[in-house]
């Protein structure tokens, strides 16, 4: 176990974490028990992963599967897979429905060329490696010239401001060979989200 689920094991025990939000990233088989009344959010390359004994009471999605996502969410993009999710209870609290039970994220991107618009969030790949648009909200598009290739940390070329990502030349990222099983939908929302970064659907 790496991170804050390895802290959270270690000073609360298995089964018994208290997070507010548990952000998992980068890991390969890993075994999740969650109870509480929060979120469980994944992003980034992973693989053989179990979430089960979950009790969520939570205002925003129960459960995140996020392949890629905005830019100051994901600090990696890649495909979560061969996964179970099972034996969750997503909990009605009174209030108004937001978000859903669980929400999948998948996008793809392209190389680096002269002259292309890009906005915030928007990925490239150039020289091997994952850039990022680092902008505010605002719906601003922009033109780039100037080919991004440094290393590490964010560099401003033609009025972007682009962050270094990941060193690996990947072009897609999703969610794939995900079981779910045992789902208790308590909360009147609507239970699953796909979003493929082109458009929005939910089931």
Not at 40 to 59: D, E, H, K, L
Not at 158 to 181: C, H, K, L, P
Request: include cysteine; aromatic fraction near 10%.
């Amino acid at each position: 176990m790496n991170g804050i689920l390895s802290e959270a094991v270690q000073q609360y025990g298995e089964g018994a974490v208290r997070y507010p939000h548990l952000h998992l990233r980068g890991y390969h088989r890993q075994r999740r028990d969650h109870q509480g009344r929060q979120r469980w959010r994944a992003s980034g390359p992973r693989q053989a992963f179990t979430i089960s004994n979950g009790v969520f009471q939570t205002f925003d999605d129960a459960v995140a599967l996020n392949g890629q996502d905005y830019d100051v969410g994901n600090p990696e993009m890649d495909w979560i897979e061969d996964g179970v999710v099972e034996n969750c209870h997503d909990l009605a609290d009174g209030k108004r429905p937001i978000g859903h039970f669980c929400r999948i994220v998948a996008g793809g991107w392209i190389d680096w060329r002269p002259g292309m618009t890009v906005q915030k969030s928007d990925t490239v790949v150039s020289n091997g490696r994952l850039y990022r648009v680092h902008a505010n909200p605002d719906g601003a598009v922009y033109t780039s010239v100037t080919q991004p290739t440094h290393e590490s940390g964010s560099v401003v070329l033609d009025g972007i401001t682009w962050g270094a990502g990941q060193a690996e030349a990947t072009y897609t990222a999703g969610v794939r060979n995900v079981v779910f099983r045992d789902i208790f939908l308590e909360k009147p929302r609507i239970g699953f989200s796909r979003n493929d970064g082109f458009g929005h659907q939910q089931r």
